[in-house]
């Protein structure tokens, strides 16, 4: 069965700071990745995704994520942090096939203090 | 880009009545409407895959009759929660594809359903 699992659901950076977010996923056929960052109350904004071809992956805000299948990863990161950063980020799959139903992870809770 | 509307943004009611939210897709067609469910702190259930002049597909544990889902056309979806209980209270979230398969999906800004 597939699966997705962000390691961490609050982590908590410095403004300027490295902002890395974890996520794993279980699949037995490629998968589609997703990262998508949540506001209060508000729905899901995509960030960036990966399908094929590059690997390395740039999104909006100044995120990326590299897809590594030999560690099944799609880590999110940022080199520095921005105070409206702050949100709740998810990482998804879909499947070929799968008609974009995607699989969320747990999610993780970004803060980030001057 | 894709815009996806849902309203309302919150609503309360009583419960036993029901409600209704529609998801819209304001500048492309959706052949397919997917309606998420999001407690507290916690990631989004996919509740129903709604298709366009077809039954909802629902998710494992989703009460359809419970939760009617419409797809009367390709813009708009509706999802009427029936006979709303307080155990009922979430955010309600839709999404819809733009595009071919592997084309992200885009969200509406959610619902807020609180049962008095």
């Known amino acids: 069965a597939q699966s997705v699992t962000q390691l961490g659901s609050h982590v908590s950076v410095s403004e300027g700071a490295l902002v890395l977010l974890r996520c794993n996923y279980s699949?037995?056929?490629?998968?589609?990745l997703f990262w998508y960052v949540q506001y209060p109350n508000q729905g899901l904004q995509l960030l960036l995704k990966?399908?094929?071809?590059?690997?390395l992956v740039k999104g909006i805000n100044g995120f990326e994520a590299e897809f590594k299948k030999s560690e099944t990863s799609f880590h999110l990161t940022k080199p520095s942090a921005h105070m409206s950063d702050a949100a709740e980020y998810f990482c998804a799959v879909s499947f070929p096939g799968g008609y974009n139903k995607l699989i969320f992870g747990a999610g993780t809770r970004l803060a980030v203090h001057p | 880009g894709a815009v996806v509307s849902q309203h309302p943004s919150w609503v309360i009611c009583k419960s036993g009545t029901s409600v209704k939210i529609e998801c819209r897709s304001l500048?492309?067609?959706?052949?397919?409407m997917f309606w998420y469910r999001q407690f507290p702190k916690q990631s989004l259930m996919l509740m129903a895959t709604?298709?366009?002049?077809?039954?909802?597909?629902?998710e494992q544990g989703v009460e359809k009759d419970k939760f009617l889902i419409n797809h009367a056309s390709l813009t708009l979806s509706t999802l009427t929660v029936t006979s709303a209980h307080p155990e009922d209270s979430s955010f309600y979230i839709c999404s819809a594809r733009a595009g071919r398969e592997n084309s992200p999906l885009h969200f509406g800004n959610g619902t807020r359903l609180t049962v008095t």
């Open positions: 699949s037995s056929v490629p998968p589609y």
């Open positions: 500048d492309f067609q959706a052949t397919t």
């Open positions: 990966y399908t094929t071809g590059a690997t």
């Open positions: 709604s298709n366009e002049g077809s039954k909802a597909t629902y």
